[in-house]
């Protein structure tokens, strides 16, 4: 195997190239590298300066996260190749493209100078991983850009780019095109010896009133945010040792909080999912090389709020779009809504008006499907209805050129019905975009019985391209998302008619770490929403046939309590703040009456968890077993990035495994006698049982 760091004379300057594809990761191998080559540099007489390079499509872009979880990752001690590097007796320079993120950062800010092209971002993205920087980015970052810029940095993970990084003292120059001779050019300029005056370990550190201001107010933000990761808090004790301690000190400290980050279940959860997502892009089946077509130009059928935000998410990225509605009014009100949507954008200063006007010019609001005809990818995001849909796609199957591809955006629908429609099933595939789907991460791509390989795979590297995770769903009723809601959605409504209120079940689940409880979701979703799938759902018979069966948001929607937007639903609204509603309790005590549900007061916060989780991980064991999911971390990224599930627990499957598949069986199993099984409600997947049977985990599989 060719080694992944060597290094080359030019003329008095050592070239270092790091070569690891894909991202350059900071392996032991390239450790182990980096230690060897700048070994020999310290002690080769005929260089005088470093030029620190790497090659393919980025700069280092942080730790190798995979041997995080394979023995021990501080092996062959990263701060001790930085330490040589700080006191090599001779400048070094980094030189950044791509990202140089983490480790890969810190790298370049154990070097003594850093010059980036415009385009380069660099970070410390550690807490996202559930991680705290381990290689000094806590302590040098300090001492190069100040405390509170640093700890913004590290809390919130997000990189930055090249030219703001200059600006806040962490890059020294902005440079163009070939980086080897813009290093040469660099170096020219430098006066000799300078370099012992540039190790960031040696820098002072700003005020240390200031600095100790500064790190009791992260502190005092961390208190007030239950969701904070754990991580975040040891971030700001390293903060602290760099301001308290000597550099040693404080680097000592960061290694244990970097070891005993990497040990908790947290940091396995998110780089669970870290994986996940990229894993989720690789699709069975699908043949080798298969040709994907290009796509120039969409086509939005529907200028609803669904619509109009699955147009913005391609003329955000400079792809035409077509949006049709079939009246005027209707049309102008979409259109109406993505420049109010983009004008919001505008005033958080986030856009400038000149990315507003060019992606305002990039959409066309059309009257005739016929205006969609040349587009490579039309989406019909119309009312959630069978016969309206297949009108709609009986049409675009006609008219839209030959090779485009047709995606429904129903959220339930049977997918195959709709693409023989079509007259072109090959065509055919869903994207079922969340809501607000210019904002949620979520897509689920519906992979249709005769959706061709070509198709599928022009839409999930599309999907890539606007910036959205994209799962493979097979075709039944719900896809992977909503299927599993049924279950989760079930329980919260018969825990309300056992005699929990709305808030308790909503705060239990908010506690254990979902963005919203679902109660709250359904107001704001739309209780009419809700009840009419379920009553389509009912009309296609594909309901329990428990009469009680999620009867509180039938009654609700029969009463008019359509949720957040009708100022009454599961809560009464003041504005925007849910307030309790003892009417609905009312309700519920009724529904519970009719259907001879037992009222009980010792409902408690861990048994609805329970009751909820249960059922979505059972239902997810389902959709493994039929092949509707491909794999368990599939579901994990449907969950954490469309329905709010905490990322920080890794999904529901990741989570029961966490739990124990046995565990889970046996409490399933306790409410099945607890409240009776006559619907089914609590008979376990046959693939939950055998894994638990043989001690597997859904990871296994
Ligand atoms: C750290 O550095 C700790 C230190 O402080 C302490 C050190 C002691 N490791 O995302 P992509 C793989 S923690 C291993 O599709 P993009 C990825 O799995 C780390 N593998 O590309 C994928 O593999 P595959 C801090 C990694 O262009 C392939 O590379 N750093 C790593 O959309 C392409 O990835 C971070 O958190 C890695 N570090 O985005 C940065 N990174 O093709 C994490 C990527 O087999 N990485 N891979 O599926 C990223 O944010 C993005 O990958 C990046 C490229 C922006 C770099």
Redesign the pocket.
């Known amino acids: 195997m060719s080694r992944p760091v060597t290094w080359r004379k030019d003329d008095g300057l050592a070239v270092v190239t790091i070569d690891n594809p ?2 350059n ?3 032991m191998a390239v450790r182990q590298g980096l230690l060897d080559v700048f070994r020999q540099i310290r002690d080769d007489p005929a260089t005088h300066a470093v030029a620190l390079l790497c090659a393919g ?2 700069f280092v ?8 979880s394979e023995g021990d ?2 092996a062959v001690d ?1 701060n001790g190749i930085f330490d040589l590097i700080e006191h090599l007796g001779k400048p070094v320079l980094a030189t950044i493209h ?2 140089a ?4 950062f ?1 790298l370049a800010l154990a070097s003594h100078y850093r010059i980036a092209l415009a385009n380069a ?1 660099v970070g ?3 807490i ?2 559930g ?5 000094g ?1 806590t302590q040098r970052s300090v001492r190069l850009m100040g405390v509170r810029p640093a700890l913004e940095l590290m809390l919130s993970g997000t ?1 930055i780019a090249a030219p703001e990084a200059m600006k806040k003292g962490l890059i020294d120059e902005i440079v163009e095109g070939d980086l080897l001779a813009a290093a040469k050019a660099f170096f020219s300029r430098l006066p000799a010896g300078g370099e012992a005056t540039r190790r960031a370990s040696e820098r002072p550190i700003g005020d240390a009133e200031t600095a100790l201001a500064d790190i009791e107010s992260a502190r005092q933000e961390l208190l007030g945010k239950s969701r904070a990761p754990l991580a975040a808090a040891r971030i700001v004790d390293c903060v602290s040792a760099a301001v308290s301690q000597s550099f040693a000190q404080g680097l000592e400290f960061e290694r244990h909080q ?1 070891l005993a980050s990497v040990r908790s279940p947290e940091s396995a959860a998110l780089r669970h999912i ?2 996940a997502e ?2 989720a ?2 699709i069975p089946g699908l043949p080798e090389g298969v040709q994907k077509h290009p796509v120039a130009k969409v086509g939005v059928i529907g200028a609803g709020t669904m619509g109009g935000g699955i147009a913005m998410n391609f003329i955000n990225v400079g792809i035409p779009v077509v949006l049709i509605d079939m009246g005027q009014e209707a049309l102008d009100r979409g259109l109406g809504i993505i420049r109010r949507n983009y004008e919001t954008t505008l005033a958080k200063g986030k856009l400038t008006r000149e990315q507003l006007d060019a992606r305002m010019a990039l959409l066309t609001g059309a009257l005739q499907y016929g205006d969609v005809a040349d587009c490579d990818l039309v989406i019909e995001a119309v009312f959630e209805n069978m016969s309206i849909k297949k009108e709609v796609l009986g049409k675009l199957g006609g008219l839209c050129k030959p090779d485009a591809i047709i995606a429904t955006n129903t959220s339930s629908l049977d997918v195959d019905e709709l693409a023989l429609a079509t007259g072109r099933p090959q065509d055919v595939l869903g994207m079922h975009f969340f809501s607000p789907a210019n904002v949620m991460r979520l897509l689920e791509v519906v992979r249709g019985r005769q959706t061709s390989p070509a198709a599928l795979a022009t839409v999930m590297a599309l999907a ?1 391209r606007i910036g959205k995770v994209a799962v493979v769903s097979g075709v039944c009723y719900g896809f992977i998302g909503n299927r599993m809601l049924e279950g989760y959605l079930r329980e919260a409504e018969l825990l309300l008619m056992e005699g929990a209120t709305p808030a308790q079940v909503d705060q239990a689940l908010e506690a254990f770490g979902m963005a919203m409880g679902p109660h709250r979701m359904m107001d704001l979703a739309g209780v009419d929403v809700g009840a009419k799938v379920l009553i389509e759902r009912g009309k296609a018979g594909g309901l329990p046939a428990d009469p009680a069966y999620r009867s509180v948001i039938q009654t609700l929607h029969q009463l008019g309590r359509n949720g957040q937007k009708a100022g009454v639903g599961y809560y009464r609204y003041e504005g925007r703040k849910a307030v309790s509603d003892p009417v609905v309790d009312d309700i519920c005590a009724g529904l519970a009456a009719r259907y001879g549900i037992a009222r009980r007061s010792d409902i408690a916060a861990g048994e609805i968890v329970r009751r909820c989780l249960y059922p979505l991980i059972n239902e997810g064991a389902k959709t493994l077993e039929e092949g509707i999911a491909y794999r368990a971390s599939d579901i994990d990224v449907v969950w954490t990035s469309g329905y709010g599930f905490p990322a920080r627990l890794g999904g529901p499957m990741h989570q029961a495994d966490v739990i124990g598949l046995a565990a889970i069986l046996e409490g399933m199993a306790v409410f099945a006698r607890r409240y009776g099984n006559q619907y089914g409600y609590w008979e376990p997947a046959a693939l939950l049982q055998k894994l638990a049977a043989s001690g597997q985990r859904f990871a296994d599989y």
Do not use: M, N, W
């Open positions: 894909p991202v990761a900071l392996s499509r980025t872009a942080g730790a190798d996260i995979r041997e995080f990752p501080v990263p791509g990202t993120l983490g480790g890969g810190e971002r410390l993205p550690e996202t991983l991680l705290v920087p381990g290689a980015g990189p970097f870290f994986f990229r894993e892009a690789r890539k």
